[in-house]
């Protein structure tokens, strides 16, 4: 338990100090070149792919996750997400951390826009109050989404096939177009 807290004050600090910096996700705003996510980034460099994603290696309240760093055609970046590493063989733990990311996120951004519950299962005798059992049952998908002015934030928690559950939180600014070129733009103006 002790360490749990410790995790959760660690967390706080770090997004305390993200919403002090006025940055959309992690040190970073969206417009941002990915020449600078490049050179300022400081996890564990993972990957690269189709010349607009950046993968990351880094720890968020204690948990592995990988960081993805998504750009527009422009090189201009335009979405985050953490994407949840850790493997458990009790799958029911997967709800637990869900829980406690989504209690960090209410913190700082305050009540979701919109949180949401899907069963995956039609079975009236399913027990739906056991939440931990159904995301093992791979019965339940769990989402919450937050509006700011900037950015669009989104936690899940699905789980799919014979696949273990999968947690995400999603940053996406929220106007996109601000960060397409004016040139492009143009073209298109003079084309409609």
């Known amino acids: 338990m002790k360490n749990i807290i410790f995790a959760l004050t660690l967390v706080l600090a770090g997004l305390n100090y993200s919403e002090a910096q006025n940055t959309d ?11 600078k996510v490049k050179s300022e980034e400081k996890a564990k460099f993972y990957a690269a792919k189709n010349g607009d994603e950046l993968m990351y290696d880094d720890k968020l309240g204690g948990s592995k996750f990988k960081v993805l ?14 994407i949840f590493a850790k493997e458990y063989s009790n799958t029911e733990l997967y709800y637990q951390d869900y829980s406690v990311f989504l209690k960090l996120l209410k913190e700082k951004y305050g009540n979701p826009t919109n949180e949401k519950e899907t069963w995956n299962t039609v079975d009236p ?3 739906k109050a056991n939440k931990r059992q159904a995301i093992s049952d791979k019965n339940l998908n769990l989402y ?15 789980s799919i096939g014979n696949e273990i559950p999968s947690m995400q939180i999603h940053y996406t600014a929220s106007v996109l177009n601000d960060f397409k070129s004016q040139i492009d733009l143009k073209e298109a103006l003079d084309k409609l």
């Open 25 to 35: 996700f992690r040190i970073f705003n969206w417009g941002d070149p990915i020449q």
């Open 69 to 82: 760093f998504i750009f527009n055609e422009n090189n201009k970046l335009i979405s985050g997400t953490y």
């Open 125 to 127: 005798l399913y027990d």
């Open 144 to 158: 919450a989404v937050w509006d700011t002015e900037r950015t669009t934030i989104k936690i899940t928690l699905i």
